[in-house]
């Protein structure tokens, strides 16, 4: 069936480091990726998306790219900081008219100062 | 816009009791679902729906059941609680086909306790 994986956590950086949260997918069809942020005690938001192959979304100085060939929507951001603090969710949405999401484990991130 | 409001936001129940939890959102949304939230394992889908007066079950419905009234409000109920149902429950809402973006927009949770 479909399914997201993501990388293991917890992870902690230091402030300023880069990021790289790892996500693949199994999917039938051709999915809309998603990438989710949980603050602290909060739902969740929509950081950022793509609906098809090489489509870069881009938020908050957060990024990723849709790799159809290697089935992986990978997040990234060049200099993170404290407030970036939070469980980040890869999800795909598959298509048809419920609109359903399956999310990935979630990955705790924790930035120190 | 208050968006998706859920209540209560945190309850403790004992095994075997029943209770409602509350979703409803104002935003005129054709789509509805809950989702459980449990420690590494993200979100899985309990229940959805497309409409008024559709639902459909998701991944793990077992002891939850749902209706959906009116477009705005899309309540959860558990039967017959049971420990293995302790987790944080969100409700969140799509716009439907011509409506938008098809973003989904969560609630801020209920965070449940069984005994």
């Known amino acids: 069936g479909d399914s997201v994986t993501q990388m293991e956590g917890p992870v902690t950086l230091s402030e300023e480091a880069f990021l790289t949260i790892n996500c693949t997918y199994t999917a039938t069809g051709y999915p809309s990726l998603f990438w989710y942020v949980q603050y602290p005690g909060e739902g969740l938001q929509l950081l950022l998306k793509?609906?098809?192959?090489?489509d870069k979304g881009s938020n908050k100085g957060f990024e990723a790219t849709y790799r159809k060939e290697t089935t992986s929507f990978h997040l990234e951001k060049g200099s993170v900081q404290v407030s970036d603090s939070a469980v980040y969710f890869c999800?795909?949405?598959?298509?048809?008219?419920?609109?359903?999401?399956?999310f990935g484990q979630g990955t705790r991130l924790t930035i120190n100062p | 816009n208050a968006g998706v409001t859920q209540t209560p936001k945190f309850q403790v129940l004992k095994t075997g009791q029943s209770m409602t939890l509350q979703c409803a959102q104002d935003?005129?949304?054709?789509?509805m679902s809950w989702y459980r939230q449990d420690p590494g394992m993200g979100l899985r889908l309990i229940h959805y729906s497309v409409g008024a007066g559709i639902t459909d079950q998701g991944e793990v419905p077992n002891g939850y059941n749902v209706s959906r009234s009116t477009t705005e409000d899309f309540p959860l109920r558990l039967l017959s609680a049971a420990p293995s149902q302790t987790s944080v429950y969100f409700c969140a809402s799509t716009p439907g086909f011509g409506q938008g973006n098809y973003e989904q927009y969560f609630g801020p949770g209920t965070r449940l306790t069984v005994t």
């Open positions: 793509a609906t098809k192959a090489d």
């Open positions: 999800a795909l949405r598959l298509g048809g008219g419920a609109q359903k999401l399956v």
């Open positions: 935003m005129n949304h054709e789509y």
